[in-house]
């Protein structure tokens, strides 16, 4: 099964790694140990397009420690187009074009060395 | 399981205190022993929240050292940490632990420190309540989580910011029927509307504040409580649920189902609805939490939670008072004594001994506690004989 360190390597490369069970046909994105749906330890790697539609969004304004140089920066629930969700970072939208429904693709973020889930403009 | 009573309540002033958790615990402890008229002597375990003091205090292990504050070094003690729910999952393990027949007296409650930190420092330890690797890597916040909510809702439901502003307003009014709320002062619904923006759509006045404080509850069998000082309010149900951890996985963000869940099954065990409900403490973190609790717990349909707080059907006098004590929003939120502290409001109710706050003629209550990222959910009801 997919660590979770592969999957932020793999998408630092650009793709979007859910897992598929190979019994029920469910979709995982982050993989678990069983099937939500079936029970079931079978799944599959499955590619995601990248491409999804916001669902909600937010601007954040008061930061963690860490994050307020950074402030303000939206963050968004985003249905991919295979039918998981995934929350990430919004770059290179302006906020006053940020909506629910608003057509996104994956882009891979990195911050202090590490991936973060990111979406763009399609 | 036999019948289990909360039997004394203690809660401290909420608000800044220079006095550690354990020290703001042992008060509320103390307090609510001398409610029971019990001794110390009597308690045989407690149950504790604590959530943030490895950050805020860097202190582990903080139920032993809360019972040795107290001066009760001996007994078992067990730290519960479901973020802000904490304290009322401990209340629900120690009611199974005297319904079951293990103990007959048994402490339960919590306390929290963190305005000793700045405000960076306390928005990033609630944030490890989300998910490390997924979520606080993109530098989402507690009130973050609950923008997505508030956008969500309004989406699926046109809840309006006028409608969570009144949510605001409410239990600030409330709050000043509280001496123990931090805030003491009256707002407007054009004050939220205007307070600064802390993550679009909710807004400084849409958020609880961080607090300082503790709270205790002492709970005891059927024949302990009959012989106690003070009229026996019984334990009708309480009862835990989850949900999935990340955003992500919630695949309607308007709704929270561990609410319903819990809801559900705390109804079940008392064998009551939400129509027998008259005095409820719920988890108003934030506005939009606050409604779309009303709705989870059965109180108002689907999306129709903010006109119900607009309409102030959850105003004291109103169909169902929601948060007499002031609520997260006024009275505070010391996240670890939280759940504690809305039983004790719930108790003071129900012995109809909440003064100028009084829901009248209260016989059944509930209490509703929500964990961080609405992955934790605790409802329980209470009712008088
Ligand atoms: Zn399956």
């Known amino acids: 099964m997919l660590t979770q360190k592969e999957f932020f390597e793999k998408a630092g490369a650009g793709e979007l790694q859910a897992v598929r069970c190979s019994r029920c046909g469910a979709l995982a994105i982050p993989p678990r140990a069983f099937c939500p749906e079936c029970s079931e330890r079978a799944w599959q790697p499955a590619p995601l397009s990248g491409d999804g539609t916001i669902t909600s969004y937010t601007v954040i304004r008061v930061a963690p420690r860490g994050f307020a140089g950074e402030v303000p920066y939206a963050i968004a629930a985003v249905h991919m187009k295979e039918g998981v969700s995934l929350l990430g970072r919004v770059v290179d939208i302006p906020f006053d074009k940020l909506k629910v429904g608003l057509a996104v693709r994956f882009r891979p973020l990195t911050r202090n060395g590490q991936t973060a889930v990111g979406f763009g403009p399609r | 399981m036999r019948r289990v009573a909360v039997i004394g309540v203690g809660v401290t002033k909420f608000g800044r205190h220079d006095r550690t958790s354990a020290e703001l615990f042992a008060e509320a402890a103390a307090d609510a022993l001398a409610d029971a008229g019990l001794p110390a002597t009597a308690v045989q375990a407690l149950y504790y929240g604590n959530v943030v003091g490895s950050e805020t205090e860097k202190q582990l292990h903080t139920s032993p050292q809360a019972a040795s504050v107290l001066g009760l070094p001996a007994v078992p003690t067990t730290r519960f940490e479901t973020a802000c729910a904490s304290s009322h999952a401990a209340f629900r393990h120690a009611v199974m632990e005297v319904g079951s027949g293990v103990s007959d007296v048994v402490l339960v409650g919590g306390a929290e420190r963190v305005l000793n930190v700045t405000t960076e420092e306390s928005t990033e330890y609630f944030a490890y309540a989300s998910d490390a690797r997924w979520e606080q890597t993109l530098g989402l916040t507690f009130p973050g989580v609950f923008a997505l909510v508030a956008r969500a809702h309004m989406t699926k439901h046109g809840t309006t910011e006028a409608q969570m ?149 959850t105003s004291l006098g109103g169909k169902i008072p929601v948060n007499p004590s002031g609520g997260l929003k006024a009275k505070g939120h010391p996240i670890g004594a939280t759940g504690a502290a809305q039983i004790a409001e719930v108790v003071t109710q129900l012995r109809h001994d909440a003064g100028p706050r009084q829901v009248d003629g209260a016989r059944v209550g509930l209490t509703h506690t929500l964990g961080g990222n609405t992955a934790t959910v605790l409802v329980s009801l209470f009712g008088r004989d």
């Open chain 2, 165 to 313: 502003a009144a949510v605001a307003v409410k239990n600030h009014k409330h709050g000043t029927l509280n001496p123990k709320a931090q805030f003491q002062k009256e707002i407007t619904i054009e004050q939220v509307l205007k307070s600064a923006m802390v993550a679009d759509p909710l807004k400084l006045y849409d958020c609880c504040p961080f607090t300082d404080g503790g709270a205790a509850v002492v709970i005891a069998s059927e024949e302990v409580a009959k012989a106690a000082a003070r009229r026996p309010i019984w334990v009708l149900a309480s009862a835990a649920a989850s949900d999935w951890m990340l955003i992500g996985d919630k695949r309607d963000l308007s709704r929270v189902p561990a609410t319903e869940r819990a809801a559900a099954a705390a109804y079940r065990q008392a064998g009551l609805g939400p129509q027998d409900v008259n005095v409820v403490e719920l988890h108003d973190c934030f506005t939009i939490a606050e409604i779309v609790a009303t709705e989870g717990l059965g109180l108002f349909e689907a999306g129709t939670g903010g006109v119900a707080a607009e309409k102030g059907w």
